[in-house]
């Protein structure tokens, strides 16, 4: 079976581009979160869906960040513009209903530079 | 509200050594308790989980975990160190039961490394 994929695995842009990260998620799964991590500030949650509704996203940083969920298989991050302290790892997560809540499947994350 | 405090940043130890990885907890609820594992350039990988049910909890690769509420601390241990257990490891606590309020927080994590 196939895990959590993200891409684009690496991406490097110039500040003010724009940015869309790409999740597909468990087949199956009814919730999807989208984590950031960085040195500075460990792993934190942005957002997450279930049944492809959002229902927190007090954790987007700003109005630059957005996230859509329009199927159950498919999930987008987009940033825009993007600035130099966007620069993380992303993680796509996923989980199905009844599943303990910490009980989370990964994917391998997508790290992101902006110069 | 909840936290979690990982003790050390940094652990090193020889391989088929002892592992110690140190957890406190602080939640207004019954937690529930994690270790998540992280290899460079991956994604995070469930350990083990403690729910409520036995204190000491078994997981995937030798490691285990005791749950300690007089302590509040969720220590990660191994008998024998490995290399391929060099890696960032993660404390989880989930704080709330069921329906959408379910807030993990993470820990900052402990490098492991792993000797030879």
């Known amino acids: 079976d196939a895990g959590v994929i993200q891409s684009p695995r690496h991406e490097v842009t110039e500040m003010g581009q724009e940015v869309t990260l790409r999740c597909k998620p468990i087949?199956?799964?009814?919730?999807l979160f989208w984590y950031r991590q960085t040195m500075m500030r460990g792993l934190e949650l942005l957002i997450y869906f279930n049944n492809n509704v959002p229902i927190d996203d007090s954790g987007m940083p700003e109005d630059r960040f957005s996230a859509k969920m329009p199927n159950a298989s498919f999930s987008t991050l987009k940033i825009q513009p993007s600035e130099p302290r966007d620069s993380a790892v992303y993680f796509c997560a996923s989980r199905p209903r009844g599943q303990d809540t910490g009980e989370l499947f990964f994917g391998e994350g997508s790290r992101l530079t902006v110069l | 509200a909840q936290s979690v405090t990982q003790l050390d940043s940094h652990v090193s130890v020889s391989e088929g050594t002892p592992v110690l990885l140190r957890c406190n907890y602080s939640?207004?609820?019954?937690?529930?308790l994690f270790w998540y594992v992280q290899h460079p350039n991956k994604g995070l990988q469930l350990l083990l989980k403690y729910t409520s049910a036995a204190t000491l909890v078994k997981g995937i690769n030798g490691f285990e975990a005791e749950f300690k509420k007089s302590e509040t601390s969720f220590h990660l241990t191994k008998p024998s160190a490995h290399m391929s257990d060099a890696a960032e490891y993660f404390c989880v606590v989930s704080g709330a039961g069921g329906g959408s309020n379910y807030k993990l927080t993470f820990g900052k994590g402990t490098l492991l490394t792993v000797n030879p």
């Open positions: 939640s207004s609820y019954s937690p529930s």
């Open positions: 087949s199956g799964h009814d919730y």
